[in-house]
Nanobody, 115 residues
Framework: QVRLRESGGGLVQPGGSLRLACEVS????????VAWFRRAPGKERQFVAS?????????RDSVKGRFTISRTIASNNGTVWLQMNDLRPEDSGDYSC???????WGPGTQVTVSS
């Protein structure tokens, strides 16, 4: 079963930046790709961005132009990055990553955007 671990969250002021990392225990060149989701307190989990095994990217509308998903490939594992710029309070939440259709998730990393 694939294992994932997120890191890079924290507290940042509006307009600031954070870079999240999702370490994946399997090759990023195979499989269905990796997606980032977030969940704010009291709200449903929402899709943020994804990258396929061929590096095709998709973003939710509200983060387009501010967030960038990318990846670093190794032979049997990899890291998927989420660069988040011009952060807004509504971007706050617990960010987690998943290998699409795997059913496996990382424990998440908390992002708080507040002045």
């Amino acid at each position: 079963q694939v294992r994932l671990r997120e890191s890079g969250g924290g507290l940042v002021q509006p307009g600031g930046s954070l870079r999240l990392a999702c370490e994946v225990s399997e090759s990023l060149m195979t499989g269905n790709g990796v997606a980032w989701f977030r969940r704010a307190p009291g709200k449903e989990r929402q899709f943020v961005a994804s990258i396929t095994n061929r590096a095709k990217t998709v973003y939710r509308d509200s983060v387009k132009g501010r967030f960038t998903i990318s990846r670093t490939i190794a032979s049997n594992n990899g890291t998927v990055w989420l660069q988040m710029n011009d952060l807004r309070p509504e971007d706050s939440g617990d960010y987690s990553c998943t290998v699409v259709a795997s059913g496996s998730w990382g424990p998440g990393t908390q992002v708080t955007v507040s002045s």
